[in-house]
Structure formats: C-alpha cells, structure tokens
C-alpha cells in the first residue's frame, strides 16, 4: 500500500496492525460530505477496539486538515495521503473508503457517504471476519 504519513512525518505501516480491521477513510477538508462522515467514524472507532481508523486527508495543505480534525475525533488516527495513495485505491472523489481485514486483505472499497455507525456500515465489516 502507498503511505500515508502521520503528523510527525513517519509512514503509518498496515503491518503494524496486523491483526486489526483497518478502515482507511480518505477525506479532506474542503469536502462537506467527508465533514459529515467523520462523526459516524469516530462513534464506531470508539465501540470496535479490535478496529483502527485512519482518516487519510488528501488536503494540499496539511494544517487544514489538522484545524478540521484535531480535538474532534479522538477516536481516529489521522494521516496524510499523497495522489499515489488515492490512485493506488482508485477513488475517484471524496469521501472514499477501503477495509481491510485483519490479514491486510482488502475486502470492501465504499466511494460515497456512509453511516459507519449504522446497519450497512456494520454489514460491510462483518466482511471482515
């Protein structure tokens, strides 16, 4: 998989999961939609322990991403992607999701809004398993 870096300038390896659920959650600030994803994400990081979700911004600039997340999601890990990350999944606009099992194995991409707290977030995870 492309990286996507944290905050500090360091690469979010999926190896370092490896045997979590990984939901990488591609947004950006400017995206009303991606804004109003965010919450459902946060709700279902915070009941899943055995699920890690990185919300990747694609946002030129990185200190809009970190104004539109910080102190609102404690629950998500932010990242930074880059065009190769966002081609590499194929999504084609924001907000764009991709699951991965607990094997690093892809097994959903959703390239729309989705409640993630909600039934068809839920029924897309249990893919996972």
């Known amino acids: 998989m492309p990286s996507i870096l944290l905050p500090e300038g360091s690469s979010l390896s999926v190896d370092a999961f490896r045997g979590r659920v990984i939901l990488v959650n591609f947004w950006a600030s400017w995206c ?4 109003m994803e965010l ?3 946060d709700r279902l990081a915070a009941k899943r322990p055995d699920l890690v979700v990185i ?3 694609v946002d030129a600039d990185r200190d809009d991403a970190i104004g539109a997340f910080m102190g609102r999601y404690p629950h998500l890990r932010l990242g930074f992607s880059g065009l190769p990350a966002v081609r590499h999944f194929g999504a084609l606009g924001m907000p764009y999701s ?3 099992d607990r094997n690093g194995r892809e097994v959903a991409r959703v390239p729309r809004t989705l409640s993630w707290d909600g039934p068809e977030g839920a029924a897309i995870l249990r893919r996972t398993q």
């Open 32 to 35: 009303g939609p991606c804004r």
């Open 39 to 41: 919450p459902s994400l």
């Open 55 to 57: 919300a990747a911004s």
């Open 98 to 100: 991709v699951v991965l």
